[in-house]
């Protein structure tokens, strides 16, 4: 077999066609695990503030019972409204 210019030049186009595939679908790849990490992340933050929302209502529950009013009581009406928009999936005013 003889190996003269084209055939040098048509193994440097098939290695170029290889890389670029591969490069794409690396490319791919990594979006997809961004995305999935990403998802995982989203959804540690809403457990935590979903924790921090309910915390937050008893103490407001509290103060409520100890005989403060004003603020607390719309930040408690507020913050049910919310939060039984959020349990049926309704979006929430603000």
Same mark, same amino acid.
């Given at each position: 077999?003889?190996?003269? $210019? &084209?055939?040098?030049? +048509? #193994?440097?186009?098939? %290695?170029?066609?290889? =890389?670029? *595939?591969?490069?794409?679908? !690396?490319? *791919?790849?990594?979006? *997809?695990?961004? +995305?999935? $990490?990403?998802?995982?992340?989203?959804? $540690?933050? /809403?457990? &935590? /503030?979903? %924790? #921090?929302?309910?915390? *937050? @209502? =008893?103490? !407001?529950?509290? !103060? $409520?019972? /100890?005989?403060? +009013?004003?603020?607390?009581?719309? =930040? !408690?009406?507020?913050? &049910?409204?919310?939060?039984?928009? /959020?349990?049926?999936?309704?979006?929430? +005013? @603000?």
């Amino acid at each position: 077999m003889y190996i003269d $210019a &084209e055939t040098i030049n +048509d #193994l440097a186009r098939l %290695l170029g066609s290889l =890389a670029l *595939i591969g490069s794409a679908v !690396l490319a *791919i790849y990594k979006f *997809i695990e961004r +995305d999935r $990490a990403q998802s995982k992340t989203i959804r $540690a933050i /809403q457990t &935590e /503030q979903t %924790l #921090l929302c309910y915390g *937050i @209502k =008893a103490c !407001l529950q509290g !103060l $409520a019972e /100890q005989g403060c +009013d004003g603020p607390v009581h719309d =930040a !408690l009406e507020k913050l &049910e409204k919310h939060l039984n928009k /959020q349990a049926h999936g309704a979006p929430s +005013d @603000k």
